[in-house]
T-cell receptor, first 112, second 112 residues
Framework: GENVEQHPSTLSVQEGDSAVIKCTYS??????FPWYKQELGKRPQLIID?????GEKKDQRIAVTLNKTAKHFSLHITETQPEDSAVYFC???????????FGKGNQVVVIP | DAEITQSPRHKITETGRQVTLACHQT?????MFWYRQDLGHGLRLIHY???????NKGEVSDGYSVSRSNTEDLPLTLESAASSQTSVYFC???????????FGPGTRLTVL
């Protein structure tokens, strides 16, 4: 089945710097790759997603890049702010259908 | 506004008891999912449903069951609660052909 791995597990950045989280996946049939942000005690919320026919997508300070050949995708957060501190989960669709396999999450800490 | 809700939000039960967690969505989504979230494991799929009368096992389904008698609800039942089932449980839903999953607020279950 699909295996999704995230690196690093914890990332600390100075406010204003950029943060990059990388995920790898194993299923070549995966065609949908979302990123979720989860604040402490809250539900996961979608922040950006990308489909396999696109290499990059940007929304204000966040962007996602996809390399299908290498089977990895990355979340980029620029000009980080304290409110960016959270756990970020990547996911990949399983067998191209509606199920998702999630990574174990990255704790991002933005230091003021 | 359309939404997805879970009840109860917190539950303490004893080993061996049957427990049912409710999930209700008003988006008329065909797809519904149950996940458990544990530290170090991310989100793991328990059961999922693609429509009324359809249920499928996920990667950690042992000890859990679901039923789908209507579009709006997918209750999760722990047949005989075990301490290993202490966790935070999230329900999610998505459109028939969509991938984006919307999460409920979660239920924190403690089995003593």
């Amino acid at each position: 089945g699909e295996n999704v791995e995230q690196h690093p597990s914890t990332l600390s950045v100075q406010e204003g710097d950029s943060a990059v989280i990388k995920c790898t996946y194993s299923d070549s049939a995966s065609n949908y790759f979302p990123w979720y942000k989860q604040e402490l005690g809250k539900r996961p919320q979608l922040i950006i997603d990308i489909r396999s026919n696109v290499g990059e997508k940007k929304d204000q300070r966040i962007a996602v890049t996809l390399n299908k050949t290498a089977k990895h995708f990355s979340l980029h957060i620029t000009e980080t702010q304290p409110e960016d501190s959270a756990v970020y989960f990547c996911a990949a669709s399983i067998n191209g259908n509606n199920r998702l396999a999630f990574g174990k999450g990255n704790q991002v800490v933005v230091i003021p | 506004d359309a939404e997805i809700t879970q009840s109860p939000r917190h539950k303490i039960t004893e080993t061996g008891r049957q427990v049912t967690l409710a999930c209700h969505q008003t988006w008329n989504h065909n797809n519904m999912f149950w996940y458990r979230q544990d530290l170090g494991h991310g989100l793991r799929l328990i059961h999922y449903s693609y429509g009324v009368q359809d249920t499928n096992k996920g990667e950690v389904s042992d000890g859990y069951s679901v039923s789908r008698s209507n579009t709006e609800d997918l209750p999760l039942t722990l047949e005989s609660a075990a301490s290993s089932q202490t966790s935070v449980y999230f329900c999610a839903s998505s459109e028939y052909r969509g991938n984006e999953q919307f999460f409920g607020p979660g239920t924190r279950l403690t089995v003593l």
